[in-house]
């Protein structure tokens, strides 16, 4: 199939355009080609192994975290150096020679007395030398053999040598030089092949600085270390290479991916689009809104912004081509509705489970914390498509049916609304019941009911036919029928079930919860086919025989577990070499210097400091992929944001840093000049790479404007606030980012003036941040000395916040200030008060205060107050009107706009236009 527009790809390009990105351009003829798989498919069930409980119920292939992720990179580094040819650019080989050479004179800088070095640039020339020979496309030759093969032993090193590594830890000896430097430059290679030069390049950096630092101005100088310093502390610890990213990756990551791929071999992947266009297609702008919402339903199972526009792409940009998109405009739809699939939950991105290590809070609460900026970025995407449509007046795809009266659809919406409810509650109901009544046993009847449920949702889709992806450059005659399109993919939603209540209702982890929707969807993968041809006389293929449709079954699983095993081969290589990053920033301590270093550029201001973290993301996502960007940028300046955030008076939780960090990584994917998804999307579209990545850039400004506004305001991300407060927030957080899309957009009711855009834009700023101009108005706290600290205290309110400003020293002993924040706890009076806060005593030297003593593990202790520090001011709560009624302005504003802009529209507004009319009517 050719993809619509000139210069667009067939669809053999464009599944060679995601295996050169995603999973490896080269499946060689022949035995090797079969090795490859084979070493994906073992890669798959290995992953499987150790996620389930079977090794403990058999006593045997137990492991532990480090062997674990030791076998995890060695599959990753094979595959990597067997799927990837190497680049041959000039650039691409220049780097490839340029590195090893490098790593060979820091390896000989840093190595300590004692220690020969001749063996360092013999194992530089002799990569540089593969390197050399050429890397052909369409077979494997030697010495990409025995850089495979060295670079699995180099990780497996851990596994072989376990117990005797384990007694010279921080001791290493020849042996282990000489394996962990050839490991690091085996991975730089890798990493190169696989993810382009820019991951290498920072990784190689951070390494140079690690022997360099004496060398290196003295803001971020340091005493430099040792070869045997960085060997044991990047190859032979989990403090590097083997550290908390690839033990995620290892853990989590490999199974959401496999469950993904799963269930796209099931056919959900088209199942997903079919229902969005049946059900949003006959809108206006219709085919790009569906794009939109099958594009959050894919995010489900697939993690790869590229393959997402791939796969959706070839289908929704032609239909948008066909309703009055440009070539550029349909691309960025795409890319935008696809690369926004990594935040939404409950399946986000590999980052999202980098959080729940990195911030230390369970997986439910990142889905909590991001549900809402998700839902709504998504929302106003579809908002976005609407406004598009507007502009052009373009008309929807032709209905198969006419809709009944609005009344009758809309209580049949509240119905369904309603029926799920019940349903969920007899879930919640039936399952409380079975536990304790079958004890261990429970999970087989819980099996049992869902293989019922299953039957039953499969039979549903037995009487309705099967869905075929249809091709988008043929003349579109009507939409499918939203009733029956739904029903015949029913059961691909049980397995997310599982996934979901898994995570949000059991807090099952998130490895475990992926390992048992992971086989729930592989018992799905092997009996719908035999089922379906029980039922229906044939399966989606036209199998007519069980034992046909069964063993197609097996090779939809077998393909599935081989998918699954290279899509992750990228993932595993970036979360390894990021791992380097994070081994030098830990070990030279550049983290703290680069505090210093933010906070001159900024000038200690705290969006400054946001406006440059969100900079140096976009940069370093231009080569990075989203996990390794988020990793390397939150390693460096999440701690940076926190601690200058608290200096600056606001208090900013570390989990709103790292979606901040999350959300500005995934936009690089988005922005030119090296969007690889907008790159993607126009391949599939025939139009301008660039002008797509500009049109995808400024489609996700509400993307890019979210972070900002949680940092400031975290009802957002639904911290410390009740369901009642969190709907309100979100049904206000909607309505500001519509309003911010139609500023950005110039276009509300009719094409906007410039200050009315300028209008709408401070009305949805004072929509998502009431308390911006409320605090001038009413100033929330009253500043009071430090001598009224205690009296404050008693006259503080239970539970309100008392802020502090305080003056100490920080962990490597210079002085700082920092604003605190201390919950007022019961007590008779302040002196109680604060004792039960922690505060054991204050002292007194004339007019200034300190703190004397602080109770261990206490509140005050977590605020970060400690002996002798100085109290600096006290800031305690003022009473203030509700910062709420700044919205009785702000809807007058709103008003006003919409009476202006309602003046306006007029008949050619409102004419559709007739010539599209036609050319729909012709189709």
Known sequence: MEASGAGGLSQLELDDLVASSDTGARTPPGWVGKLILITALCWSLFQLWIASPLPFMFNFGVLDSTETRSIHLAFALFLAYMAYPAERSPFQLGLALLVPALLAVLFMYGSKAGVPAWWIPIVAVAVIGAILLGSPKNWVPPWEWALAIIAALSSL??????????????APILQDYVVAVIGLMLLLEATRRSLGPALMIVATLFLAYTFLGPLMPGIIAHKG??????????????????????????????????????????????????????????????????????????????????????????????????????????GAVEVASSVNGQIMPPVMGAAAFLMVEYVGIPYFDVVKHAFVPA?????????????????????????????????????????????????????????????????????????????????????LASREEP?????????????????????????????????????????????????????????????????????????????????????SGVGDLIDGLISGARNMIGIGIATATAGIIVGAVSQTGVGSALADVVEVLSGGNLLAILFLTAILSLILGMGLPTTANYIVVSALLAPVIVTLGQQNGL????????????????MADVTPPVGLASFAAAAVSGGDPIKTGVVAFFYSLRTAALPFLFIFNTDLLLIDVDWIHGIFVFVTATIAMLLFAAATQGWFLTKSRIWE?????????SIFRPGFWMDMIYPPYEDLPPAQFEQAMGDAAVGSEMRLRISGLNAVGDPVEFAAVLNVPEGADGAERLANAGVVALRSEGEDVFIDDVAFDSPAQEAGLDWDQQVLMVRSPAAAPSKYWIYLPVVMLLALVVWLQRRRVGPDDAAPRKRQEEELSHA
Not at 651 to 666: E, K, S, T
Request: glycine share 8%; charged share 10%.
């Open 757 to 765: 855009s300028a209008l709408l834009l401070m009305i949805a700023f």
């Open 651 to 666: 208090i900013v939780p570390l989990i709103a840093v790292h979606l901040f960090v999350f959300y500005f990584g995934i």
């Open 375 to 459: 839902t709504i970025s998504y929302i106003a995407l579809v908002y976005i498509v609407h406004l598009e449509a507007m502009k052009a007046n373009m008309q929807g795809l032709p209905r198969a049916y006419t809709p009944g009266p609005l009344m009758r659809r809309l209580v049949g919406f509240v119905f369904g609304i309603v029926v799920i409810c019940a349903l969920a509650f007899i879930v919640n109901l039936t399952m409380s019941w079975i536990r304790p009544t079958f004890g261990s046993a429970s999970i087989w009847v819980v099996f049992a009911l869902l293989t019922a449920v299953y039957i039953g949702l499969l039979y």
């Open 157 to 170: 090193y851990i596994v072989f040598f376990y117990s005797s590594i384990s007694t010279r830890i921080g």
């Open 467 to 551: 869905l075929e992806l249809d091709d988008p450059n043929a003349p579109v005659k009507s939409l499918p029928l939203p009733g029956p399109t739904a029903r015949s993919g029913l059961h691909f939603i049980l397995p997310i079930v599982v996934l979901v209540w898994a995570l949000m209702v059991d807090r099952l982890s998130p490895g475990l919860s992926a390992f048992w929707a992971t086989a729930f969807m592989i018992f799905i993968l092997l009996t719908q086919r035999p089922l379906m041809v029980m039922m229906r006389g044939a399966d989606r293929t036209g199998n007519t025989n069980t034992g046909g449709a069964f063993a």
């Open 225 to 330: 270390n040792t070869l045997s310093e960085v060997v044991n502390h990047q190859w032979i610890t989990t403090e590097g290479v083997f550290g908390i990213a690839l033990g995620v990756s290892t853990s989590f990551v490999f199974l959401f991916v496999l469950f993904g791929a799963l269930l796209d071999k099931a056919g959900a992947g088209n199942y997903f689009i079919q229902v969005a266009f049946s059900l949003m297609g006959h809108m206006r702008g219709g085919p790009a809104k569906a794009a939109v919402v099958s594009s959050a339903m894919t995010g489900l199972i697939s993690g790869s912004s590229i393959a997402n526009v791939v796969t959706t792409g070839t289908f929704t940009i032609p239909l948008m081509k066909k309703v009055g998109f440009s070539s550029e405009k349909a």
